[in-house]
């Protein structure tokens, strides 16, 4: 069956260390998304890669970086940078092909937690 | 400035009853998505809709585009029924998310 998978569920890192959060996709879809999720907020963008080695910044992207090599692949690195890294993220992708029939598919998220 | 607004925040309802979530936005939209959100964070993407009304099983979900606004019903509720629902507003670049209802029933 074809789907995103995110792993790991949950993860647990040191302040200070970067770590990179996957996601995988086999829809041959073109557009990927990663989101973020704190308690009481809705998701917010952090970013978006809308083809192949391309992507582009969303909301709330400082401290975070993201590679798009491969079409099935759009991993998430939360850097040393990031404030406040401990949330939830969730990774999304669509196909681009038909703009009118568009549809969204979500991973099942990674909990990260820095202690 | 909230471009989504849901109501209402946290729902219990006994197994059985109708339920009702509200949505309404503030941003120009191609297409408007309701999702569910169980406690492992998983998320499903239930219904896409531009325009009128959409039926899934027990679900409802309809759209009012000039009054910007879209309600998700459940009818005849279950426990498994139990999660957060969000609303999601799309321009067609990007989703705008609610902060969720979070609905409890209980047997």
């Known amino acids: 069956d074809g789907g995103i998978t995110q792993s790991p569920k949950y993860l647990f890192r040191k302040e200070g260390q970067n770590v990179t959060l996957s996601c995988e996709q086999n829809l041959n879809h073109d557009a990927m998304y990663w989101y973020r999720q704190d308690p009481g907020q809705g998701l917010r963008l952090i970013y978006y890669s809308q083809i192949v080695n391309d992507f582009q910044k969303g909301d709330i992207a400082e401290g975070y970086s993201v590679s798009r090599e491969k079409k099935e692949s759009f991993p998430l690195t939360v850097t040393s940078a990031q404030k406040n890294p401990t949330a939830f993220y969730l990774c999304a992708s669509r196909t681009a092909r038909d703009a009118t029939n568009y549809g969204y598919t979500f991973g099942s998220g990674t909990r990260l937690t820095v202690v | 400035k909230n471009e989504v607004e849901q109501s209402p925040q946290n729902l219990t309802a006994q197994e059985g009853e109708f339920i009702t979530i509200n949505c309404s936005y503030s941003?120009?939209?191609?297409?408007l998505h309701w999702l569910q959100q169980h406690p492992g964070g998983g998320i499903v993407s239930l219904f896409m809709l531009s325009s009128g009304k959409k039926k899934h099983g027990r679900l409802i979900a309809t759209i009012n585009i000039q009054e910007k606004h879209s309600s998700l019903h459940i009818t005849a509720s279950h426990p498994r029924d139990s999660a957060v629902y969000i609303c999601?507003?799309?321009?067609?670049?990007?989703?705008?998310f609610g902060t969720g209802t979070s609905l409890t029933v209980i047997p």
């Open positions: 999601a507003p799309n321009t067609g670049n990007q989703f705008y």
């Open positions: 941003v120009g939209i191609s297409a």
